[in-house]
C-alpha cells in the first residue's frame, strides 16, 4: 500500500463561512457599480448554484470572480463540526493533509484564520489561485484546481489513486476527475448535496462528524 494523502478545500468545507463569502459578492457587485442584493437571496441563489443569474449583462463574468476570490475576507467564519477532532485524527495517522482553496489571496491569510482555531498545527500546507498565478499553473476554467492537486501529488510523490479531495462545491469535484483523485463531498445544505450527487459523488456527508463514518475509506485506498 503506497503513501496516503488527503486535500481539503476550505470555505464552506473547512470554515462555515457564508457571511465572508456574501460579503466578497456583495463588495464585487459594489466594485462594479451595482447595488448588493439581500444576503436571504443570495443565499438561495448559492444553494440553486445560480450565482451567475445574479450578475448584471453588463458585467464580465471572469472579470467579476476573478476580483470575488482576491477579496474574499476571513472574519466572519468558524470551524465547521467536526473539523478539529478530523485533523487531529489525520495527524495522528500521520496522513499529510494540504488545503487547495479556489480563493486568489495569499495563504497566510488562511494560516492565520486557521491559527485564530488552533486548526493551523494540523494542516501541512495551503495552496490557493495565488499560488497558481505564482508558479505559472493552468486553469481550464473559473475555479479548476486540478493543476494545483496535480502539483501537489507529484510534491508528495503519491499516486493519484492515493489522494482524495474533500470539497463541497461542484468545480471541486470536475477538478478531481481531471485530477484521477478520489472526491467525497461534504456539505450541510441538502441543495449543494444533491448537485455532488448528480455529479457522480458517490459520498456526500453534512460534516466531518459524519465523515467518521467513512474514514476507512479515507485511510485505506
Known sequence: MGRNLVLLDYDLTVMDNMIDFYEAFSESLKRFGYEPVSYNIFVKHVLADSLHDLLPPEIQPLEFWTYFRRIYPSKSGYPMRGVKRFLIVLKSLNIPLIIISGRDSHPLLLWLELARFGLNDYVDEIYTMFDLRMYGGIEEELFDKSWLMRMV??????????????????????????????????????????????????????????LFYYLDKIIRF
Do not use: N
Open 153 to 210: 501529488i507529484k510534491k508528495y510523490c503519491v499516486e493519484p489513486s492515493h489522494a482524495i479531495y474533500i470539497g463541497d462545491y461542484k468545480q471541486d469535484y470536475i477538478s478531481c476527475s481531471k485530477a484521477g483523485i478520489r472526491f467525497i463531498g461534504i456539505t450541510r445544505y441538502r441543495e449543494r448535496a444533491e448537485t455532488l450527487r448528480k455529479l457522480g459523488a458517490e459520498i456526500v456527508v453534512s460534516d466531518f462528524d459524519e
